[in-house]
């Protein structure tokens, strides 16, 4: 079990000389994503984390966040716990958007950012006492070797909260009413289920995420799906 946030990843971090995996997501505009993430959609997060807070009970130790982006849900859990973090993403450029949020937000002491691909996760075997994701698991090639691999790097005791999700109706409303007001359109990704589906092709996958945990022999997990999304618990 890992002691401390950097002997864990001490033989990781060359920082970040690791490669994107192949299948990184298509260059997009991180800037504008990134100002509304912090901006509009903060409160999202922070729904979040304190959902996963109160869900999982860990408040100390090393959390992962998996396809972390620009640090959003991490940043928001670290301010209401001890935690430290490691924010793994495949994207560089989100990975510099966390870097500059770590530092604007006084937490250098506590997150690391390293570049690495959820299919292959550089860190030992239960070296995490959380990992959290929120929003990248649709897009992940190999979902069941995705979780196999953070069931892995799970500590004894430890626990994984993953999935996505817009916050509750409530909070949706609220947001969808600040983008009005700030003359924005809703993200493709926020738009009905049957307005996606009539995108066609390259809409997102539609995944029996219980039938992908059966098959990878994991028994230690629950998959729920409410008004503020479909979210993956883990646990040892």
């Not at 002997?7 to 000389?17: G, I, K, P, Q």
């Amino acid at each position: 079990m890992c002691i401390s946030l950097m002997l864990c990843v001490a033989n990781v971090f060359a920082e970040e000389r690791l490669a994107p995996s192949h299948d990184a997501p298509k260059k997009k505009d991180v800037s504008r994503y990134d100002e509304t993430a912090r901006g509009i959609n903060a409160s999202m997060y922070d729904y979040y984390a304190q959902k996963i807070k109160e869900k999982t009970g860990i408040t100390k130790g090393v959390c992962l966040d998996v396809g972390s982006g620009g640090g959003y849900l991490g940043l928001s859990l670290a301010r209401i716990t001890d935690l430290d973090f490691i924010f793994l993403d495949i994207s560089a450029d989100v990975l510099e958007k966390a870097k500059l949020h770590i530092a604007e937000d006084g937490l250098q002491n506590r997150v690391k950012t390293l570049l690495a691909d959820v299919h292959s996760i550089p860190l030992a075997d239960g070296s995490m006492n959380l990992v959290i994701s929120r929003g990248s698991i649709p897009f992940w090639k190999d979902p069941a070797l995705g979780l196999k691999e953070i069931y892995r790097v799970l500590a004894p005791g430890g626990k994984a909260y993953v999935g996505g999700g817009r916050g509750t109706p409530e909070l949706q409303a609220q947001i969808a009413e600040k983008r009005k007001a700030l003359g924005m359109e809703s993200p493709e990704r926020w738009k009905s289920d049957k307005e996606r589906a009539d995108r066609g092709p390259g809409k997102i996958p539609q995944r029996d995420y219980d039938e992908i945990l059966k098959n990878t022999g994991i028994t230690n997990y629950s998959v729920s799906k409410g008004d503020d999304g479909m979210w993956i618990q883990m646990w040892k």
